[in-house]
């Protein structure tokens, strides 16, 4: 299976969306609003963790036009709302993977803080 070269640039754009705390959330903020059926795009402002006035910054530089670059998002900066983009269906598979196994996960890979002696 290793023997074959995967379209390692696709990959490397699905890696680096998810090298990021706030484009992790986003993502799948975003992944468990569609898979739920209760609706197709998210408002991003109500996300604890995208609520500090510097992630807010890095948010709306960075992050959110970064992913809709990439084609995983379509952004809506009026109305504050992410939603499926075009190339979706790239980045699905892995956040499916991922999110199905989360509790096999080591606590670090889950975002659960260490444990402080």
């Known amino acids: 299976m290793l023997a074959q070269r995967p379209n390692t640039e ?6 680096d969306a998810l090298s990021h705390i706030c484009r992790r959330r986003l993502l799948f ?3 468990e609003e569609v898979n739920s059926g209760e609706g197709e795009s998210i408002n991003y ?8 006035e510097r992630r807010r910054i890095l948010l709306h530089h960075a992050h959110l036009p970064k992913l809709e670059e ?8 009026g109305e504050q709302t992410i939603q499926k983009g075009p190339r979706w269906d790239e980045i699905e598979p892995l956040l499916e993977l991922i999110y199905s196994h989360l509790d096999e996960l080591p606590p670090f890979l889950r975002g659960i803080p260490p444990k402080r002696n």
Do not use: M, Q, V
């Open 70 to 77: 990439l084609g995983y998002i379509n952004w809506k900066e």
């Open 45 to 52: 402002t109500g996300i604890p963790l995208l609520r500090t």
């Open 29 to 31: 903020e975003l992944y």
């Open 10 to 15: 696709k990959t490397d754009y699905a890696l």
